[in-house]
């Protein structure tokens, strides 16, 4: 369990949530939407479904833990690992963290298919895409379509997008989830959760071969470029996995959607 928390180097904003709850984040405009659409996320609803106190979570892709926020809402007691590369993002993480008062333990790295160091790309104005595979053509895309979706014209949207994926690179560190599983003494993974702008791929391959028998479910928002999401679909299905996927509404005609995979389906 993380402990207090001093407050982080970087400028902040802190946003109120429905219902009151306070949390900081490093972009003052997008908290409110971006938990919403956590919250209004039913595949990470069935994905904890049946879950008890003290099993473990990963949260690969953490941001500023909204989904560790949901999910310990959900089922008190779970055991939340939360990992994320960016640096505004961590700080604001771990205070995040520490005000939930659950079992949430922020580590600043990323996740891939083998340790040592990357490059990731950060957007100042949507953290939340920023990435070790920056596509900022994809992105915008996306959001224009999520924008849209949402009610907002597309001429509004394209002028509220002209500047949000401006980013700076910076080297960062990378793990493995092989390498979590032993650092922080795991013996079964109840849910990895992955959430990392085009890096999928990786996450799934560094937990190792004698690793994936130690996780349970996984539920993972994908970017289907070159056919990933058929070829992730494939893989966990030949892994025992009965997996089921879905589109958010907000992001229907993007290409990101969503995959749950569960043994004993």
Known sequence: MTGPAAAPAYETYEITLPGG???????ANQG?????????NDIYAQAVAGLSAGDVLFDVGANIGFAAYLFTDLVPGLRVYSFE?????????KVNAARQQADITAIQTAVGSKPGTA????????????????????DRRNSTTYLV??????????????????GHTYPVEVT??????????????????IDVERAEQDV???IGEAGWSRVRR????????????????????????????????????????????????
């Open 149 to 166: 979706n949402s009610g907002i014209g597309a001429d509004v949207a394209d002028a509220f997008l002209a500047t949000m994926h401006q």
């Open 204 to 206: 799934l391959d560094g």
């Open 176 to 193: 493995t989830v092989a390498a979590a599983v032993d650092e922080y003494g795991v013996d079964e993974i109840a849910l990895l959760k």
């Open 85 to 93: 590369p960016a640096e505004a993002c961590y700080a604001c993480l």
């Open 21 to 27: 709850r306070k949390v900081l984040s490093p972009e």
């Open 119 to 138: 490059e990731l790309t950060y957007y100042p104005k949507s953290p939340a895409q920023s990435s070790l595979y920056p596509d900022s053509d994809e």
């Open 32 to 40: 409110v939407a971006l938990w919403q659409d956590v919250v209004d």
């Open 218 to 265: 996984v539920v993972a928002e994908i970017h289907d470029t070159d056919g990933r999401l058929d070829a992730i679909t494939r893989q966990l299905s030949e892994r025992g996995f009965t997996v089921e996927g879905g589109q958010e509404r907000l992001l229907a005609g993007t290409n990101v959607h969503m995959l749950l995979a569960a043994r004993g389906r």
